[in-house]
């Protein structure tokens, strides 16, 4: 039963790019979560969907970055017309429905790379 | 503003001794709290929890206690093994499922 698989592992992007980060959750994972660590932080919520819907967006910055969850396949985080302040790693977490938050499987984690 | 404080970024502990590891917070609402693990090159893993509800709760060599008047709370692994080494992240629950607020972590190195 493979885990949260996030992909790339590694992204590196120009000023002024777009960035798309994938997540698979865990087989039978209806509810995503992604949070960022920047350089010597703690992990920061960013944004838990589910299936088609957004349900809490509240880490989310207001500008150039979006999330979804589609029917078919992986929940994506796009940041557009990255900065260098976006360099950091973004981190998927699944959990099953209704699961509380000892359930969260955390993927390995894309770490973007802004120069 | 730091909610959730972890005040010793790095910890080095001999074998077979304890390890402490302590983590305050600000807000006397918070009720729910969690220590993850985190290995390089890993995502964060679920380690222990403890409710506001409780002051103690044990899972094998891992304690979590929480004094909920000093809004602190403290991870104790005893014996500490080489394999613990691994980066231990205070975290709580904030609203809606899956909206945790961590701290910056504590990188814990257990000497053989």
């Known amino acids: 039963n493979a885990g949260v698989m996030q992909n790339p592992r590694h992204l590196v992007r120009r000023r002024g790019q777009e960035a798309r980060l994938r997540c698979s959750p865990m087989k039978g994972h209806s509810h995503v979560y992604w949070y960022r660590q920047l350089p010597e932080e703690g992990l920061k919520f960013m944004v838990y969907?589910?299936?088609?819907?957004?349900?809490?967006e509240s880490g989310m910055p207001k500008e150039r970055f979006s999330a979804e969850f589609p029917k078919e396949g992986p929940s994506i985080l796009r940041i557009q017309q990255v900065v260098r302040g976006d360099s950091a790693a973004y981190f998927c977490?699944?959990?099953?429905?209704?699961?509380?938050?000892?359930?969260?499987?955390f993927g390995s984690g894309t770490q973007l790379s802004v120069l | 503003d730091q909610q959730v404080k972890q005040n010793s970024p790095s910890l080095s502990v001999q074998e077979g001794r304890i390890s402490i590891l302590n983590c305050d917070y600000t807000?006397?609402?918070?009720?729910?709290f969690l220590w993850y693990k985190k290995y390089p090159a890993e995502g964060p893993t679920f380690l222990i929890s403890i409710s506001s509800i409780k002051d103690k709760n044990e899972d094998g060599r891992f304690t979590v206690f929480l004094n909920k008047s000093a809004k602190h709370l403290s991870l104790h692994i005893v014996p500490s093994q080489p394999g613990d080494s691994a980066v231990y992240f205070c975290a709580v629950e904030r609203g809606s499922q899956g909206n945790l607020i961590f701290g910056k972590g504590t990188k814990l190195s257990v000497k053989p």
């Open positions: 977490a699944s959990s099953p429905q209704q699961a509380n938050n000892e359930k969260l499987f």
């Open positions: 807000n006397s609402m918070f009720d729910y």
């Open positions: 969907l589910q299936k088609e819907n957004i349900i809490d």
